[in-house]
């Protein structure tokens, strides 16, 4: 499927369309629960509306008939004909999947299949159910407002404007069903023609010039090359119903009274700049100067508009007086796409930065020479800015995940026979695009646990004193250089003792390991493989599965999570990762000559400790914090050749990891402090090399290897 010359309006739609695609999912399973709410009914219709015109103009015609209908549908609904219902909503999100489905072959360059004939037929049966489907007044009324403005032959009028002329013209055609024409005679507009001119803005995908055309022929009985008064009021009274829009020459009049007094009953150039003065405010509206005669122009496109939405990056709207900018002609671009490729070129370039900084920050410090020093600082600052600058341009807010959340709890309710109310928090956080990405997976398998095995019955809860609907709480918000997820659920809890049983029933641990267990060790049970509390294994859950991949896609984003749980009360599950994969601070430590990088976000506590105090459990070396044994590992004879010498030191410093549901202590030989590194891949000799996440240059510049530490467990750890 080719566009052509359309290839660009085509990359505007599909950001545009998108966009909104995204928020209808949400709106919608919103309206399930205000179905009284008219501002979301009217957001839903005209969601619709520019999804269905967008494709239209593109001449996409499967994806136009499908929001046609629905957005009919919506049509019926806002003027209070048909109520919302579940049965509704569950024909309207399969519509909502349908359009969907299109708009990702739209994306693919492949022509759009239309949707099922099964689909197509419930929705028309829902429009006619209750009487015929109502036609939809505001598109007729935009194409009379561009048959009276897109004859300017100097000036064309801005999109603002054309919504604002609209918005005045029709206040109650959105409240009223369309009504026969008012006048009579020839000039009456029928059923059929006023049919015949919806397909031709809207449902055969022609663009509406032809149908601009149309509507001076129907309306106008004079012949001449003028519009009058008289015909502009007929023309406007079939549009809206007699009395329902407010009367164009009567604010022509209040306007200009001295015009209006004249024997001529034509509206003049400067009575209609006078009306648009009054519908805009003063000097917001293009000079009119031609006469309204020469015949109607097709609209044209719009300026292309870019957002952040795959290789968009966006930049804030530049301040001062939209209506300055108007008024001066072509607004100033405020937004420029730019492919994600050269953004993610110039973070590497930073990254570079950053090294070179490092470098120059520990030789400034080592140099004694104040001038020189002073240098490196405001470099440094300089370098800071400028990395937190470039991670802004790859940053998107998290509600582009959370945005998907209504539905799957919706859907995932009504096929368990639950009421569950969700609520999203903190949706403009923002966070690397890459972990916007990676986080959508974890967070949608968590969602629907506290779905399935968090919330409880209706007649449970009512039974505990609860309330019938149970509520689950998506939560996000920014700590330092982290991002806290949290999902929070008031159902029944998570047990321990019913953890520590079904432990000891897989034979994953025995009795008295599993008495031993607190309460946080407990609840991290449920990451182990294979680990399930449900009795019964279903579509949803059971088989023990998922919380395992949870818990490692996590540690690959260098992340952690945290289970908080009381019985019958409810669980909160709460995700720590960082802001940005690129950039990661570490524990730089030494292994003999050899500086090696670990996480900082797995490292819990560094301590000096006395190797003579180390206690040896079941063939494995441990010491004990807090009374609590702690497995032991010396790095230097796994990472370092002729590591082991077969003596150890008196004294060493000891770094305590957090690996899954345990803790280990790490024997390592000196400490270098926290340094922040650049993530480089190893050469594709080194790559799958077991323990190695990947490499660095160190602020002395010596080259480090940053540990992937549940992988180097699993290779050499016995």
């Known amino acids: ?79 209070g004909k048909r109520s919302v219902t579940s049965t509704l909503m569950d024909v309207v999100l399969q519509a909502l999947d349908a359009v969907n489905e299109m708009f990702t072959q739209v994306k693919a360059g492949q022509d759009p299949q239309p949707a099922s004939p099964e689909l197509m037929a419930q929705l028309e049966a829902m429009l006619h159910s209750d009487g015929p489907a109502p036609v939809a007044a505001p598109p007729v009324a935009a194409a009379a407002a561009l048959a009276v403005e897109s004859n300017q032959a100097s000036q064309d009028i801005t999109d603002a404007e ?30 059929d023609e006023f049919e015949s001119l919806l397909d031709q803005l809207h449902g055969k995908g022609q663009p509406g010039a032809a149908a601009v055309s149309n509507v001076i022929e129907i309306a106008g009985g004079s012949h001449s090359d003028e519009i009058t008064a008289d015909e502009f009021e007929a023309l406007l009274d079939q549009l809206h119903g007699k009395g329902s829009a407010p009367r164009v020459e009567e604010t022509v009049v209040a306007a200009a009274p001295a ?56 930049r804030p709207a530049a301040s001062g007086d939209d209506t300055d900018a108007q008024k001066g002609g072509n607004a100033a671009e405020t937004t420029v796409r730019v492919d994600t490729q050269r953004l993610d070129d110039i973070m590497n370039m930073v990254g570079e930065l950053v090294l070179v900084r490092n470098r120059l920050v520990r030789l400034g410090a080592s140099s004694g020479d104040e001038a020189l020093t002073k240098a490196v600082g405001n470099l440094d600052v300089v370098t800071a800015d400028l990395q937190s600058a470039v991670m802004k341009t790859r ?7 959370f945005g998907r959340f209504p539905r799957v709890v919706r859907d995932l309710a009504r096929s368990l026979k639950k ?11 923002d966070l690397d695009k890459n972990l916007v990405e990676a986080l959508a997976d974890p967070l949608v398998h968590l969602v629907r646990n506290a779905v399935d095995h968090g919330i409880e019955n209706p007649e449970k809860r009512e039974q505990a004193g609860k309330p019938r609907a149970g509520k689950i709480v998506l939560a996000a918000e920014q700590e330092g250089d982290h991002i806290l997820l949290s999902i929070t659920d ?3 809890g998570m047990d321990t003792e019913v953890l520590r049983q079904k432990v000891v029933e897989k034979g994953l ?120 044994a702690i497995p032991l590992f010396f790095l230097k004879h796994w990472l370092v050749k002729n590591g082991y010498s077969g003596e150890r030191p008196e004294q060493a410093h000891v770094v305590i990891v ?61």
């Open 509 to 628: 641990l025995d009795s008295d390991a599993a008495a031993r267990l607190n309460d946080t060790e407990c609840y991290n049970l449920i990451f182990l493989p294979g680990f399930s509390t449900k009795a019964e294994i279903s579509d949803v859950s059971g088989r023990g599965v998922g919380m395992d991949v949870v818990k490692t896609k996590i540690s690959q984003l260098n992340g952690s999570i945290q289970i908080i749980s009381k019985v019958g009360e409810g669980t909160r599950l709460v995700i720590k990762v960082p802001l940005t994969l690129a950039i990661m601070p570490t524990l730089m430590v030494m292994l003999g000559q050899q500086a090696f990088a670990l996480p900082l976000a797995s490292v819990n506590e560094i301590f000096h400790m006395d190797l003579t105090r180390i206690n040896v459990v079941d063939g494995r070396e441990v010491i004990t914090v807090r009374e609590k």
């Open 395 to 401: 940053m998107q807010p998290i509600k582009k995940v």
């Open 259 to 314: 015009a209006s007094a004249g024997n001529s009953d034509t509206i003049q150039d400067d009575e209609f700049e006078a009306l648009l003065d009054q519908l805009h405010g003063k000097g917001q509206a293009p000079e009119v100067s031609a006469p309204v005669s020469a015949p109607p122009t097709p609209m044209p496109p719009p300026e292309p508009k870019a957002a952040t939405a795959g290789k968009v990056a966006d």
């Open 162 to 191: 054309f919504e604002q002329f609209l918005d005045a013209l029709t206040p109650a055609a959105e409240t009223a069903a369309a009504t026969p024409a008012a006048s009579s005679g020839t000039d009456d507009i029928t059923d």
């Open 490 to 492: 008031d159902g029944a």
């Open 1 to 79: 499927m080719s566009f052509g010359e359309d290839e660009e309006i085509l990359q505007d739609f599909l950001v545009e369309a998108g966009e909104i695609l995204e928020h209808l999912s949400e709106q919608l399973v919103d309206l399930e629960q205000r179905p009284a709410d008219k501002d979301l009914l009217n957001a839903i219709f005209r969601g619709f509306h520019t999804v269905k015109g967008g494709a239209g103009f593109l001449q996409l015609t499967a994806l136009v008939e499908c929001c046609h209908v629905t957005e009919n549908l919506f049509d019926m609904l806002r003027t």
């Open 658 to 718: 957090s690996v899954g549901i345990q803790r280990v202590g790490f024997v390592v030989d000196q400490l270098i402090g926290q340094e922040e590194v650049v993530i480089k891949p190893l050469g594709k000799m080194l790559q799958g090399t077991p323990g190695m996440a990947g490499a660095t240059i160190t602020g002395d510049g010596r080259i480090a290897l940053i540990l992937d530490v549940p992988s180097m467990l699993k290779r050499y750890a016995r």
């Open 419 to 429: 009421e569950v109310v969700l609520e999203l928090q903190g949706e403009e956080t």
